[in-house]
């Protein structure tokens, strides 16, 4: 190439360079104008230059604005340029695109490809492919195929020190582990271990307190009702103080109360669902409260005091009165 080529060259990538940053910041169709027109000028260029990298950012590009079978044209046409290269940003690019065009079961097999040609020297992307694929074999009816992907992402994630994601990969693993209903009890019961487990590394009292939360109740779910019982009283322990909402504090609170319950330890489960039903009182959401002064009522019948169960179960019931209520004057309004 002589100089005047090399110029071309370098003036166009230095477009790309430019687009690509205009497209980070979201300025959608200014990124889409500098790569058509990179893209334009690349045209010139010697038989020996390619066009790949200005097919790829046109098609990401177009893909961006919403023109998605544009975008997916520029794409697929790029890969034809060079079948044999490793292309795991192209893969990645060409599932969304049929991801938005709602054709899932291309998205998946496209998002396999990424995965594939990312490998374990590139785990954050490897990661987040992951998770596309399982949230999209989830979507195709295949929640064991969602469960096996969520936990491959776990240890990309990992690998990344990702931490708070690793877990919540692995909750979501068990999720659909319980749901597809092809995974043992014992199965399913490690995962929560190991997910309780990274928990430990998470510094975000929030986030923490909800993944000590759904582990739990997934345990319970398993009848787990002693390991359970664990998560939801250190979430409690570790979700204390201002930083911590009341609804979220009020609903573990309802949890560890109903876990007792479920374990017979009706003494011990009082002062927690008292305390939920102060919190949702103080909230005026009077449905959970409701739900709480039920389970207050129902640990007073099993110790046989029956008076103040009834009393407990009336108060239930006014609540759930006055949502009816409530529900019944808003369907009398015009619906938007």
């Known amino acids: 190439m002589n100089s005047s080529g090399e110029t071309e060259a370098t003036a166009i990538l230095a477009r790309i360079k430019t687009g690509s ?7 959608h169709e200014t990124a889409l104008s500098i790569f058509k027109k990179a893209y334009l000028l690349s045209l010139k260029l010697s038989e020996g230059q390619t066009q790949k990298p200005y097919l790829f950012n046109l098609g990401a590009a177009y893909i961006a604005v919403g023109k998605t079978k544009k975008g997916l044209k520029c794409l697929m046409k790029c890969k034809l340029k060079e079948p044999e290269g490793r292309d795991a940003d192209m893969y990645f690019n060409i599932a969304i695109a049929y991801e938005e065009m709602k054709e899932y079961s291309k998205a998946v097999r496209f998002y396999e490809k990424t995965v594939n040609d990312y490998g374990a020297h590139q785990a954050d992307n490897t990661a987040d492919a992951l998770i596309k694929l399982a949230y999209y074999s989830v979507n195709l009816e295949d929640p064991a195929s969602g469960a096996h992907s969520f936990r491959l992402a776990r240890q990309s994630y990992q690998q990344a020190g990702r931490w708070d994601y690793a877990a919540m990969a692995l909750r979501e693993c068990a999720s659909y582990m319980i749901q597809s209903q092809r995974f043992s009890k014992a199965e399913v019961q490690q995962v929560l271990k190991e997910c309780h487990q990274i928990c430990k590394a998470i510094t975000h009292s929030s986030l923490k307190g ?6 739990g109740l997934h345990s319970a779910e398993l009848k787990s009702f002693s390991q359970a019982e664990g998560c939801f009283t250190e979430a409690l322990g570790s979700c204390s103080g201002m930083s911590f909402s009341i ?9 560890t109360g109903a876990i007792h319950n479920a374990m017979n330890q009706y003494k011990t489960s009082l002062k927690y669902h008292a305390e939920a039903a102060d919190m949702y009182g103080a909230l005026e959401e009077r449905k959970a409260q409701g739900e709480s002064l039920c389970n207050l009522a129902y640990a007073y019948s099993q110790m046989k005091n029956y008076k103040t ?5 009336q108060e239930a019931l006014q ?16 619906q938007s």
């Open 21 to 27: 940053q205009v497209l980070a910041d979201d300025h």
């Open 210 to 215: 909800k993944l000590l939360n759904d582990i």
């Open 247 to 255: 609804g979220k504090r009020a609903v573990l609170l309802q949890n």
């Open 309 to 313: 169960a009834a009393f407990y179960y």
């Open 319 to 334: 609540a759930f009165k006055e949502v009816g209520k409530r529900l019944s004057k808003d369907l009398t309004k015009p």
